[in-house]
């Protein structure tokens, strides 16, 4: 599977931005999709994961803040990120983990790069 994670840009501190990641093939309810973002000089970072419908878990840095989401009608899904902070500045990279019946399958997009400044 493909991903295309788009929707980065520049946002000023207290602003939103949202994110999505489109697969290239179909995902079904059991797919794990999940954000990570990776800032200038440190480890990339799981910022929000969704199992399922309505099984979602957040970094303690973004809840509240954020909110996962997905379409698999679209094969969808995304980040909405509102209350945006300076440290939320990173590449952030869509995730999906499937399992094919006999091994997890592991996917990442090519990142969009979030810049919060004023």
């Known amino acids: 599977v493909q991903l295309q994670a788009s929707g980065g840009g520049l946002a000023q501190p207290g602003g939103s931005l949202l994110l999505s990641c489109a697969a290239s093939d179909t995902i079904t309810e059991a797919t794990v999709m999940q954000w990570y973002r990776q800032a200038p000089g440190k480890q990339r970072e799981l910022v929000a994961g969704?199992?399922?419908?309505?099984?979602?878990t957040y970094a303690d840095s973004v809840k509240g803040r954020f909110t996962i989401s997905r379409d698999n009608a679209k094969n969808t899904a995304y980040l909405q990120m509102n209350s945006l902070k300076p440290e939320d500045t990173a590449v952030y990279y869509c995730?999906?983990?499937?399992?094919?019946?006999?091994?997890?399958?592991?996917?990442w997009g090519q990142g969009t790069l979030v810049t919060v400044s004023s």
């Open positions: 995730h999906t983990k499937r399992w094919n019946g006999s091994t997890w399958v592991l996917d």
């Open positions: 969704i199992a399922g419908i309505r099984d979602t």
